[in-house]
């Protein structure tokens, strides 16, 4: 299991958030659970364009018979990286 930081809504105002990747079911979007939690334990939101990421990760992962976890490492490094050569490298 992988842990990520991710900016989730609060009010209206962003604040980071744990959220835990492993190998969720196929039918399931892997931020399931935690999306729910959030909403309604701690009254926050994950934005839709880091759930839709997820979600296309867990679907690349599927179709090409690779770990999701292992994918998204792979992917998170990859996007931290071209920020970090383009100058725009935002903390999270």
């Known amino acids: 299991m992988k842990r990520f930081t991710v900016p989730c809504d609060f ?3 962003k604040h980071p958030f744990h959220v835990y990747v492993g190998e969720p079911h196929k ?4 931020l ?3 999306a729910s ?3 309604e334990i701690r009254g926050g939101t ?11 990760l867990h679907k690349i992962a599927l179709e090409n018979k690779v770990s999701f976890e292992d994918l998204c490492v792979y992917a ?9 050569e383009s ?3 935002e903390q999270q």
């Open 76 to 84: 998170m490094g990859t996007a931290a990286s071209e920020s970090e």
């Open 27 to 30: 039918n399931h979007h892997p």
């Open 87 to 89: 100058g725009t490298n």
């Open 11 to 13: 009010n209206e105002t």
């Open 37 to 39: 939690w959030l909403a």
């Open 46 to 56: 994950v934005p839709q364009e880091v759930l839709d990421s997820f979600e296309r």
């Open 32 to 34: 399931k659970y935690q």
